[in-house]
């Protein structure tokens, strides 16, 4: 994934920080992740492309009448068409396809028209690969969670291990997202996850307190992928 992150070596340190003050009360493993992007959107691209091609092959059926004057001016007025070739409706239609389809490498432009829900699901799915990888079933008590921050999207994602679903609602969780948000879009990334580990603290202590039987088995340290 490409990195267009904006974390420092400082953010790194407000982090990792706050992670490791978090975790002084209560046993819960808290990972923290962040990436440029969770997806490359290229099937969205096609897509979109292909729409516009069709879109595109309905308004030459439509008006032909404007294709052929484009026709008669390539041409110098010596076409001799009167009515739109199949050729002709292969290159237009191409044109349109291949058009759009450069243009969509233009990132902010793509990022501008993916549907909110296609973003939504392709972070969330990213968010489950990475804790699969890096937190699930890697703790004694089963209190590992991730947070994930995915910027291009500026959406993030909170994934427990199972002893914390079971006692911990997903929307308890929603004061931390927010506040992440927030300083994610206020260009202050490092510190949007530092207080969303600070209040993910605060709900780990109240269900799982820090006992002495429960060591750090998870890094501290932010992963920026």
Excluded at 100 to 115: A, G, Q, S, V
Excluded at 147 to 168: P, T
Excluded at 206 to 215: A, E, I, R
């Amino acid at each position: 994934m490409s990195k267009v992150n904006q974390f420092t070596p400082n953010d790194h340190k407000i982090v990792t920080s706050a992670v490791s003050l978090a975790e002084q009360t209560t046993d819960g493993e808290i990972v923290t992740i962040v990436t440029g992007e969770s997806d490359h959107y290229g099937d969205v691209a096609w897509a979109i492309s292909g729409l516009v091609a069709l879109t595109a092959l309905l308004v030459i059926s439509l008006f032909p009448e404007i294709y052929l004057n484009i026709i008669d001016w390539l041409t110098g007025g010596w076409s001799g068409i009167s009515a739109l070739p199949y050729w002709a409706l292969f290159v237009f239609t191409a044109l349109k396809f291949l058009g759009t389809r450069l243009i969509l490498m233009w990132k902010p432009l793509l990022y501008l028209l993916i549907p909110p829900p296609i973003k939504k699901a392709r972070v969330r799915k990213r968010a489950i690969s990475l804790f699969r990888v890096s937190t699930d079933h890697r703790t004694v008590g089963r209190t590992g969670i991730l947070l994930y921050l995915s910027m291009r999207e500026h959406r993030a994602e909170i994934v427990a291990d199972n002893a914390i679903v079971d006692k911990v609602e997903p929307a308890i969780w929603g004061d931390a997202m927010v506040s992440l948000i927030d300083l994610v879009r206020a260009d202050k990334p490092g510190e949007g996850m530092a207080e969303a580990v600070r209040q993910m603290g605060i709900v780990l202590s109240d269900h799982f307190p820090k006992t002495d039987q429960n060591p750090n088995e998870l890094p501290d340290k932010l992963i920026e992928l």
